[in-house]
């Protein structure tokens, strides 16, 4: 594949979701390109908003799957990935409906992009389906899952 076809979508008319390459899924709908795994299951420590902002900047720095605009998800695209038809495991093993082409034993709760006042970010919960604010240095069962747009 020539690196400028890398963002090419692939041909699907069943499904939303295809495998990428490189550990990423294909949201052929949205054209997002998610990495399969969330914070959590790639470090093994959960972190607060600013941690996992700092962690993406380290991912573009190294062009982590052969991309650099790796970033956290709007509240409105983490949301998309609640679908109550859908079931996967969190890492505590409850059932979540979440796509089962992301790999199970993630994080319930995804930090997102929204800020506001500077101090609180959304995190959205996939156990419900609800976003809140919280304190962006709050580490409790801090997660989120990068994404980037296809170009």
């Given at each position: 594949?020539?690196?400028?076809?890398?963002?090419?979508?692939?041909?699907?008319?069943?499904?939303?979701f295809v495998e990428g390459e490189n550990g990423t899924v294909i949201d052929v709908a949205k054209r997002l390109v998610w990495l399969k795994k969330d914070t959590w299951q790639m470090t093994g420590?959960?972190?607060n908003w600013v941690q996992i902002?700092?962690?993406?900047?380290e991912l573009n720095k190294q062009n982590f799957a052969g991309y650099s605009n790796w970033r956290m998800p709007s509240s409105v695209e983490a949301k998309s990935l609640y679908n109550k038809g859908q079931s996967n495991?969190?890492?505590?093993?409850?059932?979540?409906?979440?796509y089962?082409?992301?790999?199970?034993?993630?994080?319930?709760?995804?930090?997102?992009?929204?800020?506001?006042?500077?101090?609180q970010a959304m995190r959205f919960g996939y156990?419900?389906?609800?976003?809140?604010?919280?304190?962006?240095?709050?580490?409790?069962?801090?997660?989120?899952?990068?994404?980037?747009?296809?170009?």
């Open positions: 594949m020539c690196p400028e076809d890398k963002d090419q979508l692939p041909v699907q008319t069943d499904s939303r420590k959960w972190m902002r700092d962690y993406a900047e495991r969190d890492h505590m093993g409850q059932t979540v409906p979440l089962s082409i992301f790999d199970p034993g993630f994080g319930f709760l995804c930090w997102t992009n929204d800020v506001r006042n500077k101090i156990r419900r389906g609800v976003a809140t604010f919280d304190d962006v240095y709050r580490v409790s069962r801090g997660s989120s899952r990068l994404v980037r747009e296809i170009e």
